[in-house]
């Protein structure tokens, strides 16, 4: 049976690592009043350089974590650069995109010892300071402490590259400890509606579009799913389809993408993992269109929404990726020995126009409870989203999932509510008029299926 836990943030002594002594030491015994101090009020060493021999340390990410908190209270973000130079920027971002794309489309994590445990991470959305304190209460990553972040780092909240750029050292620090898999933010089109663009844009001024393009090279590098041990899978979204079946092409002398294909003799049916590693993922926004392109798996595991409706069907209210009932968790469960789904993507906002289907007021939720195991919806972006439209707000909590020996198949959850107050910022999208959660999208501006 799967566990809780409720964090408090109102403690002033938070957990350590033993295995990360030096990091884990000096940020706990900061003072962490209800959360809203800043984690030192001593005076940050500015810019941050990169190290002489390409090596990146704990102290470094320690530095770069207190900076990073420091700068969001202190300073506007046209002084980004001075905190954070862009030759810093692009070495952090080109080291960790070489990592990345050298990573297969779903990355098996399985080196496990007797003291071994897996954080599971959801949607962050740019929400700094929520990420450092589930990072300090999670205990940070190590050895024996692995992370895996499910996706949508960027967007909405006011500090998506800060928040990004701290994910990517502990990925360049830790490659084979911490894993960082796409969401659907992690795109052109996303970026440019929910505000990543134009915070990059104004944190890098005339060198904003030289770092937005790295960032959306790195998205592209981001693998899609992951498998823990030998029984959980995760990906942002969920399941997807198989394509087996690929649409035939039309005859020579017709656009490459331009395919034919027939839904009555192609009807949807789960994917493998075979299908699952040979998708392209390196497309900055997944293709969404069956009729014009059978590279539907990125799209399929970055979108999908779990359904109480049986069955496989296209899920039109977002206009891309799949819905799906509890017997298709059953039967990818148990055609592929597994124990959970742990998949994200779906915040306060997007449940609340989903009457069928739990909350997210606890920052996870249970959505099939199946013979073979379960499918969870999981969190991690708390009083989410940052800027809302509505006079009363969600106030949902966070949460985040421990899997521990021997099988690492049982969810530990650790909800947890957001640092608050949060610093004055101004938002970097128009959150009045945007779409409260990711539906009905212009899918046409997303460009061509390929």
Request: charged residues 25%; contains cysteine.
């Amino acid at each position: 049976m799967p566990n809780k836990k409720e964090s408090d943030t109102t403690v002033s002594s938070l957990p350590s690592d033993e295995s990360n002594p030096t990091i884990s030491s000096t940020i706990a015994s900061t003072e962490h009043s209800k959360g809203n101090k800043p984690l030192s009020s001593a005076p940050v060493q500015i810019p941050i350089s990169y190290p002489e021999d390409g090596m990146l340390t704990v102290e470094w990410i320690q530095d770069l974590t207190l900076t990073f908190d420091w700068s969001s209270r202190n300073l506007p973000p046209s002084e980004f650069p001075s905190v954070f130079p862009v030759d810093v920027f692009d070495t952090l971002v080109l080291t960790a995109s070489k990592i990345l794309h050298k990573e297969p489309n779903c990355v098996v994590i399985d080196d496990f010892d007797q003291d071994s445990r897996v954080v599971v991470v959801g949607d962050v959305h740019g929400q700094l300071h929520d990420v450092l304190f589930l990072l300090r209460d999670a205990g940070f990553p190590s050895k024996n402490c692995f992370f895996v972040f499910n996706g949508d780092y960027v967007d909405r909240g006011a500090w998506g590259l800060e928040t990004f750029l701290l994910l990517l050292a502990w990925k360049v620090f830790l490659p084979h400890r911490v894993y960082l898999l796409r969401g659907n933010h992690e795109s052109k089109y996303c970026t440019s509606v929910y505000g990543f663009e134009k915070e990059v844009m104004a944190k890098y001024g005339d060198k904003g579009k030289h770092a937005y393009r790295k960032c959306l090279g790195c998205f592209e590098g981001l693998p899609l799913a992951s498998l823990i041990g030998k029984h959980v899978f995760t990906a942002h979204g969920g399941l997807f389809r198989s394509v087996s079946h690929a649409p035939s092409k039309k005859p020579k002398g017709k656009k490459k993408n331009n395919v034919v294909f027939n839904p009555e003799t192609n009807p949807l049916s789960l994917g493998s993992f075979h299908e699952l590693a040979k998708a392209r993922r390196s497309v900055l926004d997944p293709p969404w269109n069956p009729q014009l392109s059978s590279n539907l798996i990125p799209g399929d595991l970055l979108w999908s929404d779990p359904s109480m409706k049986l069955g496989l069907s296209e899920n039109t209210e977002r206009g891309i990726g799949l819905l799906w009932g509890p017997d298709s968790t059953e039967e990818f469960l148990k055609k592929f020995s597994l124990k959970l789904i742990i998949r994200s993507h779906e915040g306060p906002d997007a449940r609340q126009k989903r009457p069928d289907l739990a909350g997210m007021d606890n920052g996870y939720t249970i959505d099939h409870d199946v013979e073979s195991g379960m499918c969870i919806t999981l969190f991690s972006a708390p009083d989410y989203p940052q800027f809302q439209a509505t006079e009363e707000r969600f106030r949902n909590k966070g949460a985040y999932i421990v899997l521990k020996p021997p099988k690492f198949d049982i969810p530990d959850f650790n909800v947890f509510e957001a640092v608050t107050p949060r610093p004055d910022v101004n938002p970097f999208y128009d959150f009045k008029n945007a779409i409260d959660s990711d539906e009905e999208l212009e899918l046409a501006s997303m460009g061509p299926s390929t």
